[in-house]
């Protein structure tokens, strides 16, 4: 049992390239999150997706994309890097909230993170 | 949406001393409150959470207290030793499904 993992783990990129960052994990979690960790801002939210075939938007989503095309995996893509976007992005994943009712765990659990600077 | 408040940014105590983060939010529907420790370099892990038909929850040397009335909760350590230095994250879930609203964090530094 793997968790939450993501990659790549670092990754540096020239203004106005694209890449696209994987998570995946394997607790069969319907919820998924994107975030992004900045020195006194804490995490912000980017996009997040209640299941397969749908995503939302978050706090801070502009320009960024999101896909989850299959339940257990979330892309996020920067199509157009900027240097403000050089930032740790943090994915997690959880239970949907209707399983508190029936007295599920409510943790969202986090991958190691990805570094990402953008130059 | 929901707007959580987390103070002191920085906090420095001694060794063996407690140590008290507090937080506030806003939306009054929020029903869950977590609080996640993250140690440099490495991901945030849940340490204690506690609904919001409970006002206070324990696990070891943490605890958690919850007023609904005042919309504030916090954490509380005691005999803080060097490890637990790291920074802190209370957060909040709102009316949206599932989505966690966080707070910016307060760096522990416990002097040994």
């Known amino acids: 049992n793997a968790g939450v993992t993501q990659t790549p783990k670092f990754r540096v990129l020239k203004t106005g390239q694209s890449m696209t960052l994987l998570c995946a994990q394997d607790?069969?979690?319907?919820?998924m999150y994107w975030y992004r960790q900045d020195p006194g801002m804490g995490l912000r939210l980017i996009h997040y997706?209640?299941?397969?075939?749908?995503?939302a938007k978050g706090e801070v989503p502009d320009g960024y994309n999101v896909s989850r095309l299959k339940k257990q995996n979330f892309l996020l893509g920067l199509e157009s890097a900027a240097p403000s976007q050089t930032s740790v992005y943090f994915c997690?994943?959880?239970?949907?909230?209707?399983?508190?009712?029936?007295?599920?765990?409510?943790?969202?659990?986090f991958g190691p993170g990805t570094r990402l600077t953008v130059l | 949406g929901e707007n959580v408040e987390q103070h002191p940014s920085t906090l420095s105590v001694q060794e063996g001393d407690s140590a008290v983060i507090k937080c506030t939010y806003s939306?009054?529907?929020?029903?869950?409150f977590p609080w996640y420790k993250q140690e440099l370099g490495k991901r945030p892990q849940l340490i204690i959470d506690?609904?919001?038909?409970?006002g206070e929850k324990k696990d070891q040397r943490i605890a958690v207290t919850l007023n609904k009335t005042a919309k504030h909760f916090s954490l509380h350590i005691t005999e803080t030793q060097p490890e637990d230095s790291a920074v802190y994250f209370c957060?909040?879930?709102?009316?949206?499904?599932?989505?966690?609203?966080f707070g910016r964090g307060t760096q522990l530094t416990v002097w040994p």
């Open positions: 997690a994943s959880s239970f949907p909230r209707v399983s508190l009712l029936a007295g599920g765990h409510n943790e969202q659990f």
């Open positions: 607790m069969n979690h319907e919820y």
């Open positions: 997706s209640v299941g397969e075939g749908t995503t």
């Open positions: 939306d009054s529907a929020s029903n869950y």
């Open positions: 506690i609904r919001s038909n409970v």
């Open positions: 957060a909040a879930r709102g009316s949206t499904l599932g989505r966690l609203y």
